[in-house]
């Protein structure tokens, strides 16, 4: 014990000797744990953030969607001709589906209605749909304000709506638009509820459903069948295009997680034999979208911690370096240790450690350093997706895994680079050393 404690005292004192030359070997040391630690953060924070948006799709959900078929309408002469499209899922598809899939948790069926939707003088584009109550359960949606559609509201074909939240922001600014009256074209609507915000304004979330469910409005399904019948018109600087649907989306909740692959692909099997030639339905599954997500991340985790890792191992050489012309400095020194009885293991356990005591501070600084960083980058992430105009939120999740083995591969990094130049300051003549200027 009194050897290891001489031996670390001895290791310590030469290094403050020379406090900057220490700094700076341990910088790339301090450089690559950091840029382990920051790297893998980023890159859990953005893996976390993609699976949250896919898993507030539902990951028992299966959602079928009415897809515009490939172009059939053609410009002519110049002059965009007003057509009308008969495409999508259509209440047979539906009731073909309630029958195959008697134990499914929710089927909720989506229309979509109307061009405008107008409050005095504001006007934004329709991204208005018939619903059910069951949508609630099936995509997660939670009320901010007032109600949801309900039963009642179905049976009675009633005249109301539940907005999004920025729906309410755009045309009701600081009102509360509870109780006020929304006009979807030329039909007005009792607004009864707010929704709460999704989160899928933007991401992975946004492109997957294709569309910011903030700004959706919702009315009772049996009220959008009755009131606005199949056919949807988009006017656009003079010309009309319009689109006859039936419905526009299904959401299926299967009862387990386990089903949900096997259920999709009997869902695929019935639709190609309903829709044998028009490629007009399609399919999304949240599930297949998160394990693919998981796989991705993973990927792209080992390739950012491989990259950050080159850094470790540039520290780790000019720890070897700097040792190296340490030896060379202190060769008189390492003759006077073996005159007066210092054995090559003592030479050898000085030199081991110093870069073991180097390689260990420039760790701890390093994890300081990336977790620092990392956090920063994470409170900043909402200005800097602003100032840059990125397309989603720069995060960061630090995690323990990469805080362990970043130090635990910093300190035995220098180790080993640090072991060739101790065994050949051992390994020296020490009557040569001696001589040494």
Request: proline share 3%; aromatic share 6%; with cysteine.
């Amino acid at each position: 014990m009194t050897f290891l404690l001489e031996t670390m005292r001895l290791g310590l004192s030469n290094l403050r000797l020379h406090l900057l030359r220490s700094v700076l070997t341990a910088l790339g040391i301090i450089l690559g744990v950091g840029a382990v630690i920051t790297m893998v953060a980023i890159g859990e924070g953005s893996k976390q953030e993609a699976l949250r948006q896919i898993e507030r799709l539902g990951a028992k959900n299966i959602i079928l969607r009415s897809q515009r078929p490939p172009e059939t309408g053609t410009q002519q002469g110049g002059q965009q001709r007003s057509f009308v499209i008969t495409y999508g899922l259509t209440r047979g598809d539906l009731a073909v589906i309630r029958e195959s899939f008697p134990d499914a948790e929710v089927i909720a069926p989506l229309k979509e209605v109307g061009g405008q939707v107008l409050r005095g003088n504001r006007v934004q584009t329709s991204q208005s749909f018939g619903v059910t109550p069951e949508l609630m359960d099936a995509a997660g949606i939670k009320v901010d304000r007032g109600r949801y559609i309900t039963q009642n509201d179905l049976d009675e074909r009633s005249t109301i709506a539940v907005i999004g939240s920025e729906v309410a922001r755009q045309l009701f600014a600081r009102e509360d638009p509870l109780g006020e009256t929304i006009r979807i074209d030329d039909k007005p609507f009792l607004v009864v509820g707010v929704m709460a915000p999704v989160g899928l304004s933007g991401g992975a979330g946004a492109s997957l459903v294709g569309r910011d469910l903030n700004l959706d409005v919702h009315v009772p399904f049996t009220t959008a069948t009755q009131v606005f019948g199949d056919v949807v018109l988009r006017r656009q600087s003079g010309s009309f295009s319009g689109a006859e649907v039936q419905i526009s989306e299904i959401y299926i909740v299967c009862k387990s997680r386990d089903r949900v692959l096997t259920d999709a692909e009997r869902i695929k099997r019935i639709m190609a034999v309903r829709h044998p030639t028009e490629n007009d339905v399609a399919s999304i599954v949240p599930y297949e979208l998160l394990e693919e997500a998981k796989r991705t991340a993973m990927t792209w985790q080992i390739v950012l911690g491989a990259i950050a890792g080159i850094s470790l191992l540039v520290g780790g050489i000019g720890i070897m370096n700097i040792m190296l012309a340490t030896v060379q400095e202190r060769t008189r020194e390492i003759g006077i240790r073996r005159a007066v009885g210092a054995t090559r293991r003592h030479i050898t356990a000085q030199f081991v450690v110093e870069t073991g005591v180097l390689s260990a501070i420039g760790g701890l600084l390093g994890v300081i350093f990336g977790v620092g960083l990392s956090v920063g980058m994470d409170a900043l992430g909402p200005h800097l997706k602003s100032i840059f105009k990125l397309q989603s939120v720069i995060s960061a999740n630090v995690t323990g895994w990469s805080v362990g083995l970043a130090f635990t591969v910093a300190v035995l990094t220098g180790l080993f680079f640090g072991i060739f130049p101790a065994i050949k300051a051992a390994r020296q003549d020490p009557i040569v050393a001696l001589r040494h200027d």
